[in-house]
Nanobody, 127 residues
Framework: QVQLEESGGGLVQAGGSLRLSCAPSRRTFGGGAMGWFRQAPGKEREFVVAIRWSGGTTYYADSVKGRFTISRDNAKSTVYLQMNSLKPEDTAVYYC????????????????????WGQGTQVTVSS
């Protein structure tokens, strides 16, 4: 089983930036997509953003549009999440997830369609 490894979390002041990375334990090929989800204390996990390996189509939660950008490096099977203009409400544990399937557009927003998950990285935004 391929493991996903996140990095790049930390503590930042409101208005600041962070970049998260997610890489598999071994390079993988094929279709599907990578996504980021987050879970704040006392709240349910929520979708943040996803990107399809083939074609690079992206999907964003409304709450992060214009502030977060997802990108991919196909050669490394790695995805990056650039987070700008961070707000205290962005504070959460961020999880990387992967699906090897090509889904319907609406399915990319649901964690239930992703088969592999990372351990999570903490992002804390202070006011």
């Amino acid at each position: 089983q391929v493991q996903l490894e996140e990095s790049g979390g930390g503590l930042v002041q409101a208005g600041g930036s962070l970049r998260l990375s997610c890489a598999p334990s071994r390079r993988t090929f094929g279709g599907g997509a990578m996504g980021w989800f987050r879970q704040a204390p006392g709240k349910e996990r929520e979708f943040v953003v996803a990107i399809r390996w083939s074609g690079g189509t992206t999907y964003y939660a409304d709450s992060v549009k214009g502030r977060f950008t997802i990108s991919r490096d196909n050669a490394k099977s790695t995805v990056y999440l650039q987070m700008n203009s961070l707000k205290p409400e962005d504070t959460a544990v961020y999880y990387c997830a992967r699906t090897l399937r090509d889904l319907e557009d609406y399915q990319y927003y649901s964690g239930g369609y992703y088969s592999d998950w990372g351990q999570g990285t903490q992002v804390t935004v202070s006011s």
